[in-house]
T-cell receptor, first 115, second 115 residues
Framework: DQQVKQNSPSLSVQEGRISILNCDYTNSMFDYFLWYKKYPAEGPTFLISISSIKDKNEDGRFTVFLNKSAKHLSLHIVPSQPGDSAVYFCAAKGLSSGSARQLTFGSGTQLTVLP | GAGVSQSPSNKVTEKGKDVELRCDPISGHTALYWYRQSLGQGLEFLIYFQGNSAPDKSGLPSDRFSAERTGGSVSTLTIQRTQQEDSAVYLC?????????????FGPGTRLTVL
């Protein structure tokens, strides 16, 4: 039973355009969401996060949007750059629950930015 | 400073053998996590250590899996009588305090292949 789902295993966009990566979750106890980026042979690195009390968080070229009623979040990258090509993982945790420390991950989306 | 390191980077073993995977967290980080990523899947939580508290073992898939953290620093994940379904990338992460919104820093992982 996947509690965090990334339904698109891959996405290709042209350099300079917007990349939109999507993530859905089913556990209503999740109240903190994160995006991680992973290059081959490296561990995931934290990119951006959002608390459930917000619906948007922006950091430079990266913006995360949260729609709680739809249990959906998305990561926007604009403008996309070739160096953004990586696997992007959506992750969630429930801060107010007993298992707040562990992250629940989606299966990842491979983003390829074409020059 | 140095990040999370893991060894070996790759391990090939025969079915039925025991394996040990090592994680060196970031110095001063009190919390340590083990995850694994099977092919085409997201990262799956295995176990969490926080200081001297009893570890959270709720993610361990079977009693063939165990982990130790000696002296509050280095951790070893042991898989006994390995099975082919144990083949995965095993990732270790550490965080400063283990707090709910603490960032987890990941190591590069150990790729385990069970023949």
């Amino acid at each position: 039973d996947q509690q965090v789902k990334q339904n698109s295993p891959s996405l290709s966009v042209q350099e300079g355009r917007i990349s939109i990566l999507n993530c859905d979750y089913t556990n209503s106890m999740f109240d903190y969401f994160l995006w991680y980026k992973k290059y081959p042979a490296e561990g995931p690195t934290f990119l951006i996060s959002i608390s459930s009390i917000k619906d948007k968080n922006e950091d430079g070229r990266f913006t995360v949007f949260l729609n709680k009623s739809a249990k959906h979040l998305s990561l926007h990258i604009v403008p996309s750059q070739p160096g953004d090509s990586a696997v992007y993982f959506c992750a969630a945790k429930g801060l107010s629950s007993g298992s707040a420390r562990q992250l629940t991950f989606g299966s990842g989306t491979q983003l390829t930015v074409l020059p | 400073g140095a990040g999370v390191s893991q060894s070996p980077s790759n391990k090939v073993t025969e079915k039925g053998k025991d394996v040990e995977l090592r994680c060196d967290p970031i110095s001063g980080h009190t919390a340590l996590y083990w995850y694994r990523q099977s092919l085409g899947q997201g990262l799956e939580f295995l176990i969490y250590f926080q200081g001297n508290s009893a570890p959270d073992k709720s993610g361990l898939p079977s009693d063939r899996f165990s982990a130790e953290r000696t002296g509050g620093s280095v951790s070893t994940l042991t898989i006994q009588r390995t099975q082919q379904e144990d083949s995965a990338v095993y990732l270790c992460a550490s965080s400063l305090t283990g707090g709910a919104s603490d960032e987890q820093f990941f190591g590069p992982g150990t790729r385990l292949t069970v023949l």
